[in-house]
């Protein structure tokens, strides 16, 4: 039995991705304004929620869908942790804390963890296919933005065990098709898949406000009022 689960993800979560491209921090990044207190701000509350979804995940290995969809080199928390480093010092635990929409995430991370581990896919997917499309893109505009070196203070993006993005992504689209996930349970992952977009989104949100600080209100409606159809 194949369940078309990668299929069925990418076209449930479509009209969720323009709309998480069309956010405003996302529209500034891209552009090539980035704020460094902000990036790393960002990079802190991803620390907690992949922090919470790589113990979920490992918690639930031996969950049939979870085991299936278990690549280790997607672990992204080691690499968030050298991030902390370098933009807060060795002391950055007690600095960095997860701001409300990530406690939100992290808790609905966790629910699922104990009542309803399958669900744990909609995240996963939501989030390391996301850091592997659109993701490698933000990560070259932030290195220039912020004139970093290699992969310092972006560690995040570097999939180093990855050296072939797409043939990896393929990979993992195949697994999620051939899961033998039945049609009612593939709705609630997909539907889980659009809760992770929308939290994501209101991240990005949360920092619009400091943005607005740092660019100014004009520039900020400037950089994110025209039009962007979106890439999927
Ligand atoms: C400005 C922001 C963004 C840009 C430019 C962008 C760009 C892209 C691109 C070009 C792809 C297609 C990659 C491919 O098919 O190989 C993609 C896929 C994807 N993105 Fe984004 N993205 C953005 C934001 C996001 C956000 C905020 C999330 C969720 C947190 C996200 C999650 C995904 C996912 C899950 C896919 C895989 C779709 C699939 O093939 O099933 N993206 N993105």
């Not at 933009?87 to 609905?108: A, D």
């Not at 943005?211 to 994110?224: E, P, R």
Request: net charge neutral; aromatic share 10%.
């Amino acid at each position: 039995m194949s369940s078309n689960l990668a299929v069925k993800l990418r076209a449930g979560t479509q009209q969720a991705h323009t709309m998480a491209e069309n956010v405003g921090l996302m529209k500034c990044v891209l552009k090539g304004i980035v704020d460094r207190d902000i990036f790393a701000t960002f990079l802190g509350n991803l620390y907690y929620v992949y922090s919470e979804l790589e113990a979920a995940i490992q918690s639930n290995l031996k969950h049939p869908f979870i085991g299936a969809l278990y690549f280790p080199e997607l672990n992204r928390k080691a690499f968030l942790e050298r991030d902390m480093v370098f933009y807060y010092g060795n002391n950055w635990r007690s600095l960095v804390t997860p701001s409300p929409v990530t406690q939100t995430y992290i808790n609905r991370i966790r629910e699922l963890s104990a009542t309803e581990p399958p669900l744990l896919l909609g995240h996963a997917y939501t989030r390391y296919m996301g850091d592997l499309s659109g993701g490698q893109m933000f990560q070259k505009v932030v290195q220039l933005a912020l004139q970093l070196s290699a992969y310092e203070g972006t560690s995040f993006y570097n999939f180093e065990q990855i050296p072939d993005k797409n043939a990896f992504k393929n990979k993992y689209r195949q697994a999620l098709n051939e899961l033998p996930v039945d049609d009612a349970t593939v709705n609630r992952i997909v539907a889980e898949a659009n809760h992770g977009f929308k939290l994501n989104m209101q991240i990005a949100q949360e920092l619009e406000e400091s943005l607005i600080k740092a660019v100014g209100k004009d520039t900020f409606n400037k950089l994110t009022n025209s039009d962007n159809p979106g890439s999927t």
